[in-house]
Protein backbone atom coordinates (compact mmCIF):
# COMPACT_ATOMS: atom_id res chain seq x y z
CA UNK A 1 0.00 0.00 0.00
CA UNK A 2 0.83 3.52 -0.57
CA UNK A 3 0.19 6.87 1.87
CA UNK A 4 -1.79 8.88 -0.75
CA UNK A 5 0.43 11.83 -0.39
CA UNK A 6 3.14 10.00 -2.27
CA UNK A 7 2.30 8.96 -6.12
CA UNK A 8 -0.28 10.74 -8.32
CA UNK A 9 -1.29 9.94 -12.18
CA UNK A 10 -2.49 12.25 -14.55
CA UNK A 11 -3.73 11.28 -18.13
CA UNK A 12 -3.70 13.73 -21.17
CA UNK A 13 -4.41 13.17 -24.47
CA UNK A 14 -1.95 15.02 -27.58
CA UNK A 15 -2.79 15.43 -30.59
CA UNK A 16 0.64 13.95 -31.82
CA UNK A 17 3.77 12.00 -30.48
CA UNK A 18 6.14 15.03 -31.58
CA UNK A 19 4.25 17.09 -29.04
CA UNK A 20 3.61 14.85 -26.71
CA UNK A 21 7.46 13.64 -26.39
CA UNK A 22 8.62 17.61 -26.29
CA UNK A 23 6.53 18.06 -23.57
CA UNK A 24 7.07 14.65 -21.46
CA UNK A 25 11.37 15.53 -21.73
CA UNK A 26 10.07 19.45 -20.78
CA UNK A 27 8.42 17.13 -17.59
CA UNK A 28 11.23 15.10 -17.12
CA UNK A 29 14.26 17.52 -16.84
CA UNK A 30 11.99 19.86 -14.46
CA UNK A 31 11.98 16.85 -12.49
CA UNK A 32 8.21 17.11 -12.53
CA UNK A 33 7.21 13.59 -13.83
CA UNK A 34 9.18 9.78 -12.59
CA UNK A 35 7.82 8.36 -15.94
CA UNK A 36 5.77 9.03 -19.55
CA UNK A 37 4.01 6.49 -20.88
CA UNK A 38 2.98 7.47 -24.63
CA UNK A 39 0.03 5.10 -26.29
CA UNK A 40 -0.47 6.04 -29.61
CA UNK A 41 -3.12 5.35 -32.08
CA UNK A 42 -5.80 6.66 -29.83
CA UNK A 43 -9.18 7.42 -31.77
CA UNK A 44 -10.81 9.79 -29.77
CA UNK A 45 -14.67 11.00 -30.24
CA UNK A 46 -16.10 13.76 -28.42
CA UNK A 47 -18.39 17.30 -27.91
CA UNK A 48 -16.10 20.79 -28.34
CA UNK A 49 -18.14 24.18 -28.87
CA UNK A 50 -21.09 22.51 -29.61
CA UNK A 51 -19.90 20.26 -32.69
CA UNK A 52 -19.33 16.52 -32.80
CA UNK A 53 -15.80 15.88 -33.45
CA UNK A 54 -13.32 12.94 -34.25
CA UNK A 55 -8.97 12.97 -34.31
CA UNK A 56 -6.20 10.37 -34.01
CA UNK A 57 -4.40 11.39 -30.92
CA UNK A 58 -1.27 9.99 -28.65
CA UNK A 59 -2.81 9.50 -25.13
CA UNK A 60 -0.16 10.10 -22.02
CA UNK A 61 -0.12 8.55 -19.05
CA UNK A 62 2.25 10.53 -16.20
CA UNK A 63 3.77 9.04 -13.19
CA UNK A 64 4.76 11.99 -10.27
CA UNK A 65 4.61 12.32 -6.55
CA UNK A 66 1.55 13.94 -5.03
CA UNK A 67 2.71 16.89 -3.61
CA UNK A 68 3.53 17.97 -7.56
CA UNK A 69 0.42 17.19 -8.83
CA UNK A 70 -0.97 21.09 -8.83
CA UNK A 71 2.37 21.65 -10.25
CA UNK A 72 1.85 18.93 -12.64
CA UNK A 73 -1.38 19.94 -13.94
CA UNK A 74 -0.80 23.68 -14.39
CA UNK A 75 3.29 22.96 -16.14
CA UNK A 76 1.50 20.97 -18.65
CA UNK A 77 -1.82 23.23 -19.59
CA UNK A 78 1.22 25.65 -21.18
CA UNK A 79 3.20 23.26 -22.59
CA UNK A 80 0.36 21.66 -24.51
CA UNK A 81 -0.65 22.62 -27.69
CA UNK A 82 -4.37 22.78 -27.24
CA UNK A 83 -5.88 25.92 -26.29
CA UNK A 84 -8.00 23.75 -23.93
CA UNK A 85 -6.18 20.38 -23.24
CA UNK A 86 -7.81 17.66 -21.31
CA UNK A 87 -5.40 17.28 -18.32
CA UNK A 88 -6.92 14.77 -15.45
CA UNK A 89 -5.35 13.74 -12.43
CA UNK A 90 -5.67 11.86 -9.17
CA UNK A 91 -3.83 11.03 -6.00
CA UNK A 92 -3.08 7.05 -5.75
CA UNK A 93 -4.47 4.55 -2.86
CA UNK A 94 -1.94 1.79 -3.82
CA UNK A 95 1.41 0.65 -5.33
CA UNK A 96 4.03 -1.35 -5.16
CA UNK A 97 6.24 -0.50 -2.43
CA UNK A 98 9.48 -0.47 -5.07
CA UNK A 99 6.77 2.03 -7.47
CA UNK A 100 5.91 4.24 -3.64
CA UNK A 101 9.48 4.67 -2.92
CA UNK A 102 10.68 5.85 -6.74
CA UNK A 103 7.53 8.84 -6.87
CA UNK A 104 7.91 9.68 -3.25
CA UNK A 105 11.55 10.26 -3.95
CA UNK A 106 10.58 12.98 -6.92
CA UNK A 107 11.85 16.04 -5.68
CA UNK A 108 12.71 19.04 -7.86
Request: charged share 20%.
Amino acid sequence: MIDSAHGALVWCPFPDETSARAAIETLLDERLVACANMLPGMRSLYHWHGERGEAEEIGVLLKTAAPLLDRLTERLGVLHPYEAPAILGWRCDAAGAETAAWLGSLRP
